[in-house]
């Protein structure tokens, strides 16, 4: 089992930044890591991901120059620094991770999910 918690959500004007942080805690060695978001009335997205080995980094368009997926020290910690937030980066962030496979990805995300956290970009 995979237990995954989100940090560093809240309110930033457009143009400022933040970074999200996620804690995986359980019984692994290393995971697959990414993160998805979501907003009002819409459905859940991919935003970045991490392979597992820490090799490959990948970004949906509308956030690439912008976004910067990475882990920590510990394998256990990913992060996603934002810059440059703009209002329709408005959205719920999930931290989402994998066991077995290499990779999260659009629609194929991991089996396990944190509870989320707030982000809002004012104009």
């Known amino acids: 089992q995979v237990q995954l918690v989100e940090s560093g959500g809240g309110l930033v004007q457009a143009g400022g930044s933040l970074r999200l942080s996620c804690a995986a805690s359980?019984?692994?060695?290393?995971?697959?890591m990414g993160w998805f978001r979501q907003a009002p009335g819409k459905e859940r997205e991919f935003v970045a991901a991490?392979?597992?080995?820490?090799?490959?980094?990948y970004y949906r368009d509308a956030v690439k120059g912008r976004f910067t997926i990475f882990k920590g020290n510990s394998k256990n910690t990913v992060y996603l620094q934002m810059n440059s937030l703009k209002p329709e980066d408005t959205a719920v962030y999930y931290c989402?991770?994998?066991?077995?496979?290499?990779?999260?990805?659009?629609?194929?995300?991991?089996?396990?999910w944190g509870q989320g956290t707030q982000v809002t970009v004012s104009s």
């Open positions: 359980g019984s692994f060695s290393d995971l697959a």
């Open positions: 989402n991770a994998d066991l077995v496979r290499n990779l999260v990805y659009y629609n194929s995300p991991g089996n396990y």
């Open positions: 991490i392979k597992r080995s820490g090799n490959g980094i």
